[in-house]
């Protein structure tokens, strides 16, 4: 019982995987109509069928078995993979999904996948071949290609026991298979031979499992099989990828591409020991050379190349599910490993100058571990983006179509590592913004060709590091925002007096303000005026800002700038009486003392401070918090000017005590109903300090 | 192999053992025993099940919250992890008093969070039987009723058994919330 529902809960989890780099294969396929995505697409349906089977999913698993068959004519060449079949296997995808998540109990589920099936089957039966191609055309998988280099297949064949009497013989059958290459692993599957006393000689009990390295492409070793296939369990499987690695290299590394082409049967080892001899330096590539010595063909190194694309796949995803509160455990622990540090460094400074020397060294050498200890755990939390914008593929295709329009959805920098957090929570806004500039930023085929654009629009997700923050642009090429359309919107919204200057930056800064929007017409999707207030506030919530620029004609870009990790900030140690609090440095603007003159009361407002002819808000944290300060006046106490959300105040403390990265620790949310306070870290000497949250603060003061 | 055969005619038996057996079970679980660690908090002795309690550690350094519940004292450190800490006293209404040499913190689980509750003094690991447990009486008790699961008695002592679940439950804490802003 427990085991099924262990089996049933890695299958879902591995079926979300699954889905969603379908999802994005598919989208990429109506694109790019490369070969090798309608082979990872037939790859992936083979896995869902296969375990959902394995995972009691028996809809699913009949469900896959349909789009199997249509996709192994795509992959054929049989069928074209066009945007009906396209589209229909997206929606199979919501079936899949829905089946999955509903334990196969969602109400319709069943006439769904009847729907879907028709559909299956009218296209099947609808199909036209394929125009032949073009020779030299370089779209489709073409038999040339799928015979470069050696490929490995697992072929299990297990046979019926009364076999011998429809007049078929697994032995030729297995001679044949044998013609096609060299067998290099063989299971004889001895499990149904009985006792000798019990055997009837008229009965087939053997079965195999077996590797072929073979330069024959899968449909050779289909054609084998072809008469016994039906009711006999047999199953081929491309497994290059996983053998090439598993069994040659079973160090998992990368492959250099002469090492590729080698195993693939394209050179010899003589061949490529001459090629690397000639090798000067770093700047030739072996590629090239082998391709100039004449030992292999452009088109076999690009081959191998891929190859090489696809080892380093697999060593990427060689990856560990790790629960986050471990980490954070972790975490915990090396942070008191750290007090303890500081501990025996108190120690060391009581010790007679020789020892305490020797002490302080060693423990300076441990700090520097434990240092390096932190940034690991920190970097375990960070995964890179790429899964987050894949999924987007689907929702700009569909969105866009929605809309009537063609969009190119490229992405750039997948592989740059956020905390996984941050990711989590990026997600709705980036969809906020894409779905902004597929609705208004992006024209009409028919405007985009008046101006002398391609028809298509594209947008682009990309990520990068810059300064220690990760910055992401949602770029579009379409219309780019109009701030003539814009002002008078600000206009009418009362945000600027007829006439004003603005800056262009406050110009677009309106935008991120509820109810201004330049669209038009109120579209089904966006132009509202509701939406970029709230990406902001996501944004600014993750500690990141958004920027806009545009040029007209030429498009938008959206910059969002996001803090490396969550979980650790900046900060600035502060005293109020006995207490330690931390505030943010990225929001501190700086701090004094002020005279007493500065210091005023003004009606409705409270007591300000002036600061260089401003006037600011000034906020007694003790009155606040309910602690002892040491200082009760302004003038003899320090004020640290503090801003958030473009509002400033200026709050009293005691004392600053310096610096400090801050490991943040969440507070449970029902110890306190104060917003000016939003987490914890522990401090050097293993007290809790409390981080304020300038935020919070400024919000509750202005209540 | 042989040993099997052997237990082998005793097989048709199975079903009455098991009956037996069974009856055997309501017995024990009648004279079952629960673990409990028992603290003083003024002038009664109190009990919380030994499975709930993570562990207990001396006083330490509590850090305040502003505008947190007057019960919360704050929080402090348990090896890494920011704990908030409960004065028992005030949350069952008793006079504050202050900390001394006794005075410790249990740390219990509550719905996966850790608790702290600060006791006058630990006093002991006691073993009750289920069946001593009585219901909570209606007996002028200085604590409110719905924080007790029972009244256990061990020797002639009288132990007041907690509901830390009831204690700590956020739902609670967030009802007093409100009436605190209402």
Not at chain 1, 67 to 96: F, H, Q
Not at chain 1, 383 to 395: A, L, T, V, Y
Not at chain 1, 575 to 598: A, T
């Amino acid at each position: 019982m427990d085991d099924t529902r262990v089996l049933r809960d890695v299958f879902i989890r591995e079926a979300a995987d699954i889905l969603a780099s379908l999802e994005s294969d598919l989208v990429r396929l109506e694109d790019e109509k490369a070969p090798e995505l309608v082979n990872d697409i037939f790859r992936y349906v083979h896995t869902l069928k296969g375990s959902s089977g394995i995972a009691g999913f028996k809809s699913v698993y009949a469900f896959t078995h349909r789009l199997e068959n249509l996709l192994d004519m795509v992959r054929s060449g049989k069928l074209a993979a066009g945007r009906e079949i396209i589209d229909l296997l997206l929606v199979g995808l919501d079936w899949i999904r829905l089946a999955i998540d509903s334990g196969e109990e969602a109400p319709g589920l069943d006439e769904g996948r009847e729907g879907l099936l028709k559909r299956v089957e009218a296209i099947i039966e609808s199909t036209a071949p394929i125009p032949a191609e073009a020779p030299g055309g370089d779209a489709g998988p073409s038999e040339e290609e799928m015979d470069l280099g050696y490929r490995y297949f697992r072929i299990k064949a297990g046979f019926r026991e009364d076999i011998f009497e429809t007049g078929t013989d697994p032995l030729m059958i297995m001679e044949d298979l044998f013609s096609l290459g060299v067998v290099v692993e063989r299971h004889t599957d001895r499990k149904r031979l009985p006792e000798l006393s019990a055997m009837d000689p008229e009965k087939c009990y053997l079965g195999w499992n077996l590797v072929l390295k073979t330069k024959s492409p899968l449909q050779k070793i289909d054609e084998v099989f072809m008469f016994v296939r039906g009711d006999n369990p047999i199953s081929v499987e491309d497994i290059t990828a996983q053998y090439a690695i598993s069994t040659e290299d079973p160090e998992i590394k990368e492959k250099r591409i002469g090492e590729i082409l080698v195993a693939k049967g394209i050179l010899t080892d003589v061949e490529l020991n001459d090629a690397l001899k000639t090798q000067d330096g770093e700047n030739t590539r072996i590629g090239d050379l082998v391709v100039a010595k004449g030992y292999a063909t452009e088109r076999e190194v690009q081959f191998a190349l891929g190859e090489q694309e696809k080892i380093r796949k697999r060593i990427e995803t060689s990856t560990v599910r790790v629960d986050t509160g471990k980490l954070d455990k972790l975490l915990n622990l090396l942070g008191e490993i750290v007090i303890g540090q500081s501990a025996i460094a108190g120690i060391a400074e009581e010790l007679d100058e020789e020892r305490g020397f020797m002490l302080k060294n060693a423990l300076y050498g441990l700090d520097r571990t434990t240092r390096e200890f932190q940034e690991q755990i920190m970097s375990i939390r960070m995964i890179p983006i790429g899964p987050s914008f894949e999924q987007f593929r689907r929702f700009v295709r569909d969105t866009a179509h929605a809309h009537g329009k063609e969009i190119r959805l490229e992405i750039d920098g997948g592989e740059t590592e956020l905390d996984k957090t941050v990711i989590e929570r990026i997600d709705d806004p980036l969809k906020h913004m894409i779905r902004n500039a597929i609705d208004h930023g992006i024209e009409p085929a028919s405007e985009r060709e008046a101006a002398g654009k391609d028809r298509n629009g594209t947008i682009t997700l990309r990520s990068y590091h810059q300064e220690g923050n990760v910055y992401i642009d949602v770029v579009d090429d379409g219309r780019g925002i109009d701030k003539v359309k814009l002002r008078a919107r600000a206009e009418q919204a009362g945000l600027l007096k007829p006439g004003e200057e603005a800056s262009e930056a406050k110009l677009l800064s309106f935008l991120f303000l509820p109810g201004v929007s330049t669209a038009e017409e109120v579209g089904d999707l966006s132009g509202r005026g509701v939406g970029m207030d709230v990406v902001k506030n996501n944004i600014e919530s993750l500690r990141g800002s958004v920027e806009i620029t545009t040029r007209p004609g030429k498009g938008s870009t959206f910059r969002i700038k996001l803090p490396l990790t969550l979980a650790i900030i900046e900060g600035m140690l502060v005293r109020v009486g006995r207490n330690v609090y931390i505030v943010p440095l990225l929001s501190i603007v700086e701090s004094l003392q002020p005279r007493k003159e500065d210091i005023r009361t003004v009606k409705e407002k409270g007591e300000v401070i002036q600061v260089r002819g401003e006037y600011v808000s000034l906020v007694r944290l003790y009155d606040l918090f309910g602690i002892e300060p040491e200082f009760r006046n302004p003038w003899e106490s320090l004020v640290v000017i503090v801003e958030a959300a473009g509002s400033r105040v200026g709050m009293m403390i005691d004392e600053l005590l310096g610096q400090q990265q801050i490991v943040i620790k969440s507070l449970e949310n029902h110890i306190t109903k104060s917003r000016a306070v939003s987490g914890a870290a522990i401090l050097g000497d293993g007290r809790v300090a409390l981080i304020i949250d300038i935020h919070g603060l400024i919000e509750e003061i202005s209540r | 192999m042989s040993e099997t055969r052997e237990k082998m005619p005793e097989e048709p038996k199975q079903p009455e053992d098991i009956r037996i057996s069974r009856t055997r079970e309501k017995v024990e679980r009648a004279e079952e025993e629960n673990q409990f660690v028992t603290f003083v908090i003024g002038e009664e002795t109190y009990g919380v099940e030994v499975l709930r309690v993570q562990e207990i550690i001396g006083m330490t350094r509590i850090t305040h919250v502003p505008n947190a519940m007057s019960f919360m004292k704050g929080v402090i450190n348990l090896r890494g992890s920011v704990v908030p800490v409960v004065d028992m006293r005030t949350k069952f209404g008793m006079a504050e008093r202050d900390y001394d040499a006794f005075t410790v913190i249990i740390i219990v689980e509550v719905r996966g969070r850790m608790i702290g509750m600060i006791v006058d003094s630990v006093s002991d690991v006691v073993n009750i039987p289920v069946r001593s447990i009585q219901d909570t009486p209606h007996f002028s008790a200085k604590i409110e009723t719905d924080f007790i699961m029972g009244i256990g008695q061990v020797e002639e002592k009288l132990v007041i058994i907690l509901d830390v679940d009831r204690i700590m439950s956020s739902e609670e804490m967030t009802e007093l919330d409100r009436e605190r802003t209402a």
